[in-house]
């Protein structure tokens, strides 16, 4: 009962993942979309490879006939020695041709695969690129590494290895077929008799296996999602002394994680005995039969020979056709999780004949609009504001009021669920997503570094910008003083997420970032909540020039940076309760006031 509970929790916990196991028949037209990835390649590698693989193929087929139907009964019957010398050089020779088909296919197999999973993952991170915000809302980012690294990972054997092994089995098996019914069709047919069996029992197996794969990519999901997710949140976890706890449950995803596999491999395990068994029922029939053919006259000694050398050859590509099937079945899997991602269309859309905007005004409305995250809650309704071209806007309300899905909808991260949002006149849904994100520039309160220098990540903002341009820009926000002060100043390695800079330096950064990128539209959202109050004032002075000619829109819980704004709209539960400048809102002493009263006594009382 105990475990059942902790299973509930860790599924519950993942839930958000969206990585529930995917349940379909085999689908052989993705297995084609997969394959389709090696068209590029089709006539540059792929025939190299293939040119190997019947080299290789034509040897092991034509070996054996020389060897006992051909070079066996001519010297049982004329004992002529040298002929048999000359047979072993042939057969030497056709051998080392062998060796160059299996030497050109490995190395053009190997080429072909990796730029296939090249291919893959390439389009697969460039499709979640232009995926929406709801997406990865949906989603965590452990879930969504497994996709790129794992899944893509996973399919290399099967490109590397089983399609040309599935190639070349069916080749051998059709051959091998074919020369068995040639030499004995008798033999043959008896032979064959133990195939109905094995093929019904081994697609028994295909189902419980394919599912068992597929059980594996979830656990592998969940694993990767809590390895994010502890490494991300150390420092709460080591704050709460929750060390213990957190490897406890690591411990019971890997395991969910080991036993996962074991019952995959248990499963898959299963072809290959089964295979071999088989081949035992097949070789006694052979010995018994066969012999009763010899000595009726109607099967040669060297025959004899031929046929047990073929049936020894044709359980092996059966065998191998079992892998290949399993590496097809791990490939499904994989391959379903992967064109999930890949069919996931952007809940933004851009329409086919979106215009480009030049550099705009800055003038923005919000016509009668509504949103809702979900079916359950309305983050917006109705909400009907203007900001004029070079004004800057506040937007204050209590956490949840809604204000950070409305500078959420002007950088159309989200549409509306109802009603318009308008820059200079044109609904944003007709405008090109690039073309309208250049002409915004956003400041966050949790502002994200990337690993790389100081200078590169004020330069994120715009690419093309000269050294001198970033360092302008620290200068303007205030961020020079730190940096000059860095051991390598602009040049500092900063680690993922800036972890060697204090919250307030990797704000300055942030702002850098942003005016360098010299957008028409800005957006601080809580922008200056972590910085001191010296630094604050710095920045403020900063902002009174650069905001000059553009819209800018704040959103603080500290009134105090809002107080020259002009105009204010104040929220609640995604309507807006009042709106204008903070002397008029001051005089209706509505909630705005209220709002200013208690920040006030909170400041006394501190």
């Given at each position: 009962?105990?475990?059942?509970?902790?299973?509930?929790?860790?599924?519950?916990?993942?839930?958000?993942?969206?990585?529930?196991?995917?349940?379909?028949?085999?689908?052989?037209?993705?297995?084609?979309?997969?394959?389709?990835?090696?068209?590029?390649?089709?006539?540059?590698?792929?025939?190299?490879?293939?040119?190997?693989?019947?080299?290789?193929?034509?040897?092991?087929?034509?070996?054996?006939?020389?060897?006992?139907?051909?070079?066996?009964?001519?010297?049982?019957?004329?004992?002529?020695?040298?002929?048999?010398?000359?047979?072993?050089?042939?057969i030497a020779g056709m051998y080392v041709v062998s060796w160059i088909?299996?030497?050109?296919?490995?190395?053009?197999?190997?080429?072909?695969?990796?730029?296939?999973?090249?291919?893959?993952?390439?389009?697969?991170?460039?499709?979640?690129?232009?995926?929406?915000?709801?997406?990865?809302?949906?989603?965590?980012?452990?879930?969504?590494?497994?996709?790129?690294?794992?899944?893509?990972?996973?399919?290399?054997?099967?490109?590397?290895?089983?399609?040309?092994?599935?190639?070349?089995?069916?080749?051998?098996?059709?051959?091998?077929?074919?020369?068995?019914?040639?030499?004995?069709?008798?033999?043959?047919?008896?032979?064959?008799?133990?195939?109905?069996?094995?093929?019904?029992?081994?697609?028994?197996?295909?189902?419980?296996?394919?599912?068992?794969?597929?059980?594996?990519?979830?656990?592998?999901?969940?694993?990767?999602?809590?390895?994010?997710?502890?490494?991300?949140?150390?420092?709460?976890?080591?704050?709460?002394?929750?060390?213990?706890?957190?490897?406890?449950?690591?411990?019971?995803?890997?395991?969910?994680?080991?036993?996962?596999?074991?019952?995959?491999?248990?499963?898959?395990?299963?072809?290959?005995?089964?295979?071999?068994?088989?081949?035992?029922?097949?070789?006694?029939?052979?010995?018994?039969?066969?012999?009763?053919?010899?000595?009726?006259?109607?099967?040669?000694?060297?025959?004899?020979?031929?046929?047990?050398?073929?049936?020894?050859?044709?359980?092996?590509?059966?065998?191998?056709?079992?892998?290949?099937?399993?590496?097809?079945?791990?490939?499904?899997?994989?391959?379903?999780?992967?064109?999930?991602?890949?069919?996931?269309?952007?809940?933004?859309?851009?329409?086919?004949?979106?215009?480009?905007?030049?550099?705009?005004?800055?003038?923005?409305?919000?016509?009668?609009?509504?949103?809702?995250?979900?079916?359950?809650?309305?983050?917006?309704?109705?909400?009907?504001?203007?900001?004029?071209?070079?004004?800057?806007?506040?937007?204050?309300?209590?956490?949840?009021?809604?204000?950070?899905?409305?500078?959420?909808?002007?950088?159309?991260?989200?549409?509306?669920?109802?009603?318009?949002?308008?820059?200079?006149?044109?609904?944003?849904?007709?405008?090109?997503?690039?073309?309208?994100?250049?002409?915004?520039?956003?400041?966050?309160?949790?502002?994200?570094?990337?690993?790389?220098?100081?200078?590169?990540?004020?330069?994120?903002?715009?690419?093309?910008?000269?050294?001198?341009?970033?360092?302008?820009?620290?200068?303007?926000?205030?961020?020079?003083?730190?940096?000059?002060?860095?051991?390598?100043?602009?040049?500092?390695?900063?680690?993922?997420?800036?972890?060697?800079?204090?919250?307030?330096?990797?704000?300055?950064?942030?702002?850098?970032?942003?005016?360098?990128?010299?957008?028409?539209?800005?957006?601080?959202?809580?922008?200056?909540?972590?910085?001191?109050?010296?630094?604050?004032?710095?920045?403020?002075?900063?902002?009174?020039?650069?905001?000059?000619?553009?819209?800018?829109?704040?959103?603080?819980?500290?009134?105090?940076?809002?107080?020259?704004?002009?105009?204010?709209?104040?929220?609640?539960?995604?309507?807006?309760?009042?709106?204008?400048?903070?002397?008029?809102?001051?005089?209706?002493?509505?909630?705005?006031?209220?709002?200013?009263k208690s920040q006030f006594k909170a400041l006394e009382t501190g």
């Amino acid at each position: 009962m105990k475990e059942n509970k902790e299973e509930e929790r860790t599924l519950r916990r993942f839930k958000y993942s969206n990585d529930e196991a995917i349940e379909k028949p085999f689908n052989w037209a993705q297995m084609a979309r997969l394959f389709a990835y090696m068209k590029p390649y089709a006539k540059s590698i792929l025939p190299v490879a293939v040119l190997g693989m019947l080299l290789s193929t034509a040897v092991r087929l034509l070996a054996p006939v020389l060897i006992g139907s051909y070079a066996l009964d001519h010297i049982i019957e004329y004992g002529d020695m040298n002929f048999l010398m000359i047979m072993v050089l042939v057969i030497a020779g056709m051998y080392v041709v062998s060796w160059i088909g299996n030497l050109l296919r490995i190395r053009f197999m190997n080429k072909l695969g990796q730029y296939i999973i090249f291919d893959l993952r390439t389009a697969l991170f460039n499709h979640i690129q232009k995926l929406s915000h709801r997406f990865f809302d949906q989603r965590s980012a452990g879930s969504i590494l497994v996709r790129i690294t794992n899944d893509v990972n996973s399919l290399q054997d099967l490109f590397t290895n089983g399609v040309i092994n599935l190639l070349m089995d069916l080749i051998m098996l059709i051959g091998i077929v074919a020369l068995l019914f040639y030499i004995s069709p008798e033999l043959t047919l008896a032979i064959m008799i133990v195939l109905p069996l094995m093929f019904f029992i081994s697609t028994k197996l295909r189902r419980s296996i394919r599912r068992s794969w597929q059980d594996v990519r979830l656990k592998q999901s969940m694993l990767n999602s809590h390895l994010n997710e502890s490494i991300q949140g150390i420092r709460v976890t080591q704050s709460y002394t929750q060390e213990k706890s957190n490897i406890g449950f690591f411990n019971k995803i890997n395991g969910q994680n080991f036993e996962s596999w074991r019952h995959a491999t248990k499963k898959s395990a299963m072809f290959r005995p089964f295979v071999e068994m088989s081949g035992a029922v097949g070789t006694a029939v052979l010995l018994w039969y066969g012999v009763v053919l010899i000595q009726q006259g109607s099967l040669t000694i060297g025959e004899f020979f031929t046929f047990s050398l073929f049936l020894g050859m044709f359980w092996e590509p059966i065998s191998r056709l079992g892998q290949v099937y399993n590496q097809l079945l791990v490939g499904m899997a994989s391959s379903e999780r992967i064109f999930e991602f890949l069919d996931e269309l952007p809940s933004v859309p851009e329409k086919k004949n979106a215009v480009t905007m030049g550099k705009v005004q800055g003038h923005i409305q919000f016509d009668s609009v509504e949103f809702a995250y979900d079916e359950k809650r309305k983050a917006l309704t109705n909400i009907n504001l203007e900001m004029k071209a070079g004004q800057t806007v506040a937007l204050v309300g209590h956490t949840g009021s809604g204000k950070t899905t409305i500078v959420n909808m002007i950088s159309r991260f989200y549409d509306p669920t109802g009603g318009r949002v308008l820059l200079d006149g044109e609904d944003l849904r007709n405008i090109k997503l690039d073309s309208l994100r250049k002409q915004v520039g956003i400041v966050l309160q949790d502002t994200f570094i990337f690993s790389g220098t100081i200078m590169d990540n004020i330069r994120f903002g715009r690419p093309d910008a000269t050294d001198g341009e970033c360092r302008e820009a620290a200068r303007t926000v205030g961020a020079d003083r730190f940096i000059k002060n860095l051991a390598d100043g602009y040049e500092t390695e900063v680690e993922e997420r800036g972890n060697i800079l204090s919250v307030g330096e990797r704000q300055l950064i942030s702002f850098a970032r942003a005016l360098l990128a010299d957008p028409q539209i800005l957006i601080l959202d809580e922008a200056t909540a972590s910085i001191d109050t010296e630094t604050e004032q710095l920045i403020q002075k900063a902002l009174a020039r650069l905001l000059e000619g553009r819209t800018a829109v704040m959103i603080a819980h500290r009134l105090s940076t809002i107080r020259e704004a002009d105009n204010i709209f104040v929220l609640e539960n995604g309507e807006i309760l009042e709106q204008g400048n903070h002397d008029e809102l001051i005089r209706q002493r509505g909630e705005y006031y209220e709002l200013v009263k208690s920040q006030f006594k909170a400041l006394e009382t501190g």
